[in-house]
């Protein structure tokens, strides 16, 4: 079946860092491809999307492009705040099934 | 536009008590998802009900169950429940089901089991 696999962390960074958090996904169709964002306490958000091959998703500095050779969906951001401190959520649809996501990836930003 | 909401935030049960959880899906929306998320086992779907019909449905036992109503509000029921129950229930509702377009995540039921 479907799957997706992130680096579970935590990641640990200081404010202005670069950030990446790899994701790499299977699927059998022609997934859409999804960040989602959970701040303590609530539930997730949607931060970006891509759904075809070579879209980027960007979004509050964070960006994520979909790299259909290396089945890969990546998320970056150049200069990291405190307040992005959350857990990150990569996940897939394809048409027909439901949403399958990663593990999340814990991030700490530490001033 | 309001968005996912979910009744109520918080429950404590006991062992072999039942519950049931609501979720109003953004107005419009017709499927609604729901998840269970716990530390060990992370985002786990439990199923999907489009037009009061259950679309699609994860592993979990039949205690699990779950209902849409003609007005896509949606509610999930547990019985018997078990410690290994307590967790995060997340209820997501999109436009339609089987697409490729987003979900919208409600803030969540935490639910403990004693």
């Known amino acids: 079946g479907d799957s997706v696999t992130q680096m579970e962390g935590p990641v640990t960074l200081s404010e202005e860092a670069f950030l990446t958090i790899n994701c790499t996904y299977t699927a059998t169709g022609y997934p859409s491809l999804f960040w989602y964002v959970q701040y303590p306490g609530e539930g997730l958000q949607l931060l970006l999307k891509a759904t075809k091959a070579d879209d980027k998703g960007s979004n509050k500095g964070f960006e994520a492009t979909y790299r259909k050779e290396t089945t890969s969906f990546h998320l970056e951001k150049g200069s990291v705040q405190v307040s992005d401190s959350a857990v990150y959520f990569c996940a897939l649809s394809t048409r027909g099934q439901n949403f399958v996501f990663g593990p999340g990836t814990r991030l700490s930003v530490l001033p | 536009k309001a968005g996912v909401t979910q009744t109520p935030r918080y429950l404590i049960k006991t062992r072999g008590q039942q519950v049931t959880l609501s979720c109003s899906p953004i107005s419009g929306h017709r499927s609604v998802s729901w998840y269970q998320q716990t530390p060990g086992q992370g985002l786990q779907f439990l199923f999907e009900?489009?037009?009061?019909?259950?679309?699609n449905k994860g592993n979990f036992p039949g205690r699990f169950s779950g209902r849409q109503f003609s007005n896509s509000r949606s509610e999930m029921n547990v019985s018997t429940l078990e410690l290994g129950d307590s967790a995060l229930y997340l209820c997501a509702s999109s436009l339609v089901s089987g697409s490729n377009n987003e979900q919208f995540f409600g803030p969540g039921t935490r639910l403990t089991v004693l």
């Open positions: 009900y489009f037009s009061e019909t259950q679309r």
